[in-house]
């Protein structure tokens, strides 16, 4: 179901937008990157979590860590990561093919700065063997997304 959610979100919204499947989990930011013959900094990795109330998502670069200290600035508390039942249930998504797209419920999307340094990444797609290849600043428009600061300095980007 959670797969065939993304496909409908994408042939409603960006129908151009192909989900790719493959053979290879790509349950990890590491066999993500292998599957889809990325650097794994370019795998948009969505994290879900609780701050307060409120249940938030927050897309990242694959490489990238969540900053505490950064994030309960923006995000208005302390964030801690939801369980697996939790994360399901929320998103509709299994964890590993936890995406921004075709949520079961309509949550926040904040996408970290980090991202802004590739013009293609490859978030997953509903499921643990697939993704979309989208520019950032697509994707940010696709889901009504936020800019915010909230990952570690990684230095300089590779392309």
């Known amino acids: 179901m959670s797969l065939e959610s993304v496909r409908a979100f994408f042939a409603a919204h960006a129908p151009d937008i192909a989900v790719i499947e493959t ?3 790509s349950a990890t930011v590491a ?4 599957a889809h013959g990325v650097d794994p900094a370019r795998i948009a990795k969505t994290l879900s979590l ?3 109330e409120r249940v938030v998502l927050v897309v990242a670069r694959g490489d990238a860590r969540l900053d505490n200290r950064k994030a309960k600035a923006v ?3 302390k964030p801690r990561m939801l369980d697996t039942a939790e994360v399901e249930a929320l998103t509709g998504h299994p964890v ?3 995406c921004p797209f075709g949520l079961a419920t309509p949550l926040p999307v904040y996408c970290d700065v980090s991202l802004k340094a590739f013009d ?3 978030p997953a797609a509903g499921s643990t063997r697939s993704a979309v290849r989208i520019a950032p600043e697509r994707m940010l428009a696709l889901t009504g997304g936020e800019w915010v600061d909230v990952c ?3 230095g300089t980007p590779e392309g």
Do not use: F, K, N, T
Not at 31 to 34: F, K, T
């Open 50 to 52: 609780r701050v307060g």
């Open 23 to 25: 053979d290879d989990s």
């Open 75 to 77: 995000l208005g508390g």
């Open 31 to 34: 066999l993500a990157a292998a």
């Open 120 to 122: 293609e990444v490859v």
């Open 152 to 154: 570690q300095d990684i």
């Open 96 to 98: 590993g093919g936890v």
